[in-house]
């Protein structure tokens, strides 16, 4: 089980990047990194998954170093209405053992 | 579709009664996860269905707890003489065979007095 160690907290300014990096030391060959973000009392919401290298979608750029022990989500420009938690989830997927959420990160956008 | 729907979006209930809660899934997804959420904490998973079949149940919080999905499609969870402790978000969560990717529903937030 592939632990995950993040940011409680973080600041930003709008207009900002944001980068927010995740330690996943143990991960496993088989292993996904997937992000969610959460507003308050709303359930979370897939950002972006990725196996190596990068990742891009509309909403966020996912970093995954060759030795696949760390990632870093960031998401570019903020807004104010980027504020919310961000999980980093780590695991191959086949159950719910496997992939378990932490405490997560409280991103702060300021104006 | 419209996503993952959830009802009751708020419960207030008195120490000792039971509640159920119901989670509609996407239509297509085969997978059912129910988690538990409070306050400044991620989600806690409880257990899961594939189809019909509940697949995981071992991290029910206790014995009180108790969930179904008689047809494979939507889901009821169940808290049997609810305590004050049981207060919190309880969230539903739907996908296609591999838990890696989830899709939410809005929660039910659960008042126990």
């Known amino acids: 089980l592939a632990k995950t160690t993040q940011p409680v907290s973080m600041d930003s300014y709008e207009g900002q990047e944001v980068n927010i990096t995740c330690s996943h030391n143990n991960i496993a060959t088989n292993d996904y990194i997937t992000w969610y973000q959460q507003f308050p009392s709303q359930g979370p919401r897939f950002i972006i998954q990725g196996y190596k290298t990068k990742v891009t979608n509309e909403v966020a750029s996912l970093f995954i170093p060759a030795d696949r022990k760390s990632s870093t989500l960031s998401l570019p420009r903020v807004s104010l209405s980027d504020t919310a938690v961000y999980y980093c989830l780590v695991g191959a997927g086949y159950n719910n053992n496997d992939m378990r959420f932490g405490a997560g990160t409280r991103l702060t956008v300021k104006p | ?113």
């Open chain 2, 1 to 113: 579709d419209t996503g993952v729907s959830q009802d009751p979006r708020h419960k207030i209930t008195k120490r000792g009664q039971n509640v159920t809660f119901r989670c509609d899934p996407i239509s297509e997804h085969n997978r059912l996860y129910w988690y538990r959420q409070t306050l400044g904490q991620g989600p806690e998973f409880l257990t899961y269905f594939q189809n019909e079949a509940q697949l995981e149940k071992s991290r029910l919080l206790s014995d009180r707890f108790s969930a179904e999905r008689p047809k494979g499609s939507f889901s009821t969870l169940e808290i049997q003489r609810t305590e004050q402790g049981d207060s919190a978000m309880y969230l539903c969560a739907s996908s296609i065979n591999t838990v890696r990717t989830q899709y939410f529903g809005p929660g039910t937030r659960l008042l126990v007095l």
